[in-house]
Nanobody, 115 residues
Framework: QLQLVESGGGLAQAGGSLRLSCVGSGFTFSVKAMGWYRQAPGKQRELVGGITSGGGASYADSVKGRFTISRDNAKNTLYLQMNGLKPEDTAVYYC?????????WGQGTQVTVSS
């Protein structure tokens, strides 16, 4: 069955960096656009950014210039490089894909940024 498994979250200080990974299985990873989302406590889940199957990425204004999305199709892995972290980046981060008109989510990985 389709699975998305995130890893790489943790605690970072403001100004620090983390890299999240998301391994996909059960679908043809290389042909699918992928997305990163986040949900902070008490807030709605929001789009962080996405990447096309060809590698073109786009970002929310709040992370533009600090975060980079990339993918390794040979490893079925999506990445989110987060630099210049801010306390407001604290959230659970999810990767996501739409297959056959259904959106799938990973289990999420917690990112906590201390000031």
């Amino acid at each position: 069955q389709l699975q998305l498994v995130e890893s790489g979250g943790g605690l970072a200080q403001a100004g620090g960096s983390l890299r999240l990974s998301c391994v996909g299985s059960g679908f043809t990873f290389s042909v699918k656009a992928m997305g990163w989302y986040r949900q902070a406590p008490g807030k709605q889940r929001e789009l962080v950014g996405g990447i096309t199957s060809g590698g073109g990425a786009s970002y929310a204004d709040s992370v533009k210039g600090r975060f980079t999305i990339s993918r390794d199709n040979a490893k079925n892995t999506l990445y989110l490089q987060m630099n210049g972290l801010k306390p407001e980046d604290t959230a659970v981060y999810y990767c996501s894909v739409v297959v056959a008109l259904q959106r799938y989510w990973g289990q999420g990985t917690q990112v906590t940024v201390s000031s």
